[in-house]
């Protein structure tokens, strides 16, 4: 059974930082693009930021620029976000997904999913 558990989740202060991580099990993802995508309260699920498989090409939410980075340990199947200088506005159920087809902006391209991780940054 495929699995992605993401992990690294916690409570911070403005301007801290956090390393989420995406583990997948039952299926090497190695092969596809993944994403991380994060939902607020009472808002639409969003796109924070996706890589392809080769790590050859990231691509960010504009919200996020110059402050998360993505990348990928294809060995460990394992997906991260580094997230820098977090603000008040980052606070969300961060989730990691699996790219079938389609935009990766977009989170009806994405197949497989993990069950998130809470992320609540206090100014």
């Known amino acids: 059974q495929e699995q992605l558990v993401e992990s690294g989740g916690g409570s911070v202060q403005a301007g801290g930082s956090l390393r989420l991580s995406c583990t997948a099990s039952?299926?090497?993802?190695?092969?596809?693009?993944m994403g991380w995508f994060r939902q607020a309260p009472g808002k639409e699920r969003e796109f924070v930021a996706a890589?392809?498989?080769?790590?050859?090409?990231?691509y960010y939410a504009d919200s996020v620029k110059g402050r998360f980075t993505i990348s990928r340990d294809n060995a460990k199947n394992t997906v991260y976000l580094q997230m820098n200088s977090l603000k008040p506005e980052d606070t969300a159920v961060y989730y990691c997904?699996?790219?079938?087809?389609?935009?990766?902006?977009?989170?009806?391209?994405?197949?497989?999913w993990g069950q998130g991780t809470q992320v609540t940054v206090s100014s």
């Open positions: 997904a699996a790219h079938e087809r389609g935009s990766y902006f977009e989170a009806v391209s994405y197949g497989y």
């Open positions: 890589i392809n498989w080769m790590s050859r090409d990231t």
């Open positions: 039952g299926r090497t993802f190695s092969r596809y693009a």
